[in-house]
């Protein structure tokens, strides 16, 4: 059985670790293999420090940071100090239910597997706040799909892109592609971008219906921001995705459509995040040519040549004459 490091970004969240930690570690602890816990806590002004160190002492490795920066970082500082085979990324605001690392393991036999996480349901009820999902294309935005998973359940099931909330992942290719893409932060959108990236290189993201987990919706950001935004940093970071993965004519039509669809109607309606985004994204073009000429590199270096439209033309074929039960 494969070595397991958790990762676990944390800000404010002493209530959450109170609420759903003890949970967790009595899983963590029974796996029968060897078990990192990391925290990386994120300037937190609370006492999530304090609970950890007085409840947990020696077994949960706690990093601080100074600064509160955001997910995509946190979590890389906690993937560099991961030592194990297999990677777990866990929220603060989740609750695993009994046999879900079991149910993941058979993924990690195939060569290829970049990752794969569980369906997420809420932490009151049943209903699926997150399973796998298949991109589409809308003029030349990508989008992720509704919900959906397969009716047989021993077919493997591939998913675009793995939440960050519980993902499992292969440590030595998760920490080849350097983690998420700290330009995301401070959140929305660096795990799927990260996915897409593991697809590119020739690895596989997958969803298992039967491993499941519970979510407290939004509360690990609802007191960051107000919603104007975190809005404008979701349609920032979209802007940045598309414009990583989609190259000549294909981007150039959709700076194009951005424009007409979004900025402008934008401006018009007054409703400004849009256009606001659109800024932001322009002033940051540098950087996104620096870690585009990276990703560049690092595809030489795995002999990959596969674009995003290849991506999405592989899920498509996996999915052929499935059983697709979508929700």
Not at 52 to 68: F, S
Not at 160 to 184: Q, V
């Amino acid at each position: 059985m494969k070595s397991i490091s958790v990762v676990i970004p944390n800000y404010n969240g002493q209530h959450l670790f109170e609420k759903y930690f003890g949970t967790n570690y009595k899983i963590l602890n029974i796996l029968g293999t060897k078990v990192q816990i990391i925290v990386v806590d994120d300037a937190s002004t609370d006492g999530s420090v304090a609970y950890l160190e007085q409840h947990y002492g020696d077994t949960v490795t706690i990093l601080r940071k100074e600064k509160n920066s955001g997910f995509a970082q946190t979590c890389n500082l906690g993937i560099e100090q991961a030592t194990n085979d297999l990677i777990f990324l866990l929220n603060t605001d989740v609750t695993l239910e009994e046999g879900y690392f079991e149910k993941l393991y058979k993924y990690f036999e195939l060569e290829d597997t970049f990752g794969v996480m569980g369906r997420i349901i809420g932490m009151d009820d049943d209903n699926i706040l997150d399973a796998a999902r298949s991109p589409k294309i809308l003029g030349r935005k990508i989008k992720p799909s509704n919900f959906f998973y397969l009716k047989d359940s021993d077919t493997l099931t591939p998913t675009f892109y793995l939440s960050g909330a519980i993902a499992l992942m292969d440590t030595r290719k998760l920490k080849a592609i350097n983690g998420f893409n700290e330009m995301f932060n401070p959140y929305y959108g660096e795990d799927q971008e990260m996915s897409i990236r593991a697809w590119r290189l020739g690895w596989k993201c997958y969803y298992e219906h039967n491993a499941v987990c519970r979510h407290e919706v939004s509360a690990t950001t609802k007191g960051h921001k107000d919603i104007y935004s975190v809005k404008r940093i979701y349609f920032r970071n979209r802007y940045y995705m598309h414009h990583l993965h989609l190259h000549g004519v294909d981007l150039n039509l959709y700076h194009i459509q951005v424009i007409l669809c979004d900025v402008l109607p934008s401006i018009l309606t007054l409703q400004l995040y849009k256009a606001q985004a659109y800024v932001d994204f322009l002033k940051n073009m540098n950087e996104l040519k620096k870690k585009k000429t990276a990703f560049k590199t690092q595809m030489k270096i795995h002999k990959s040549n596969i674009g995003i439209i290849d991506v999405i033309e592989t899920i498509k074929i996996m999915l052929k004459y499935k059983q697709v039960i979508k929700l």
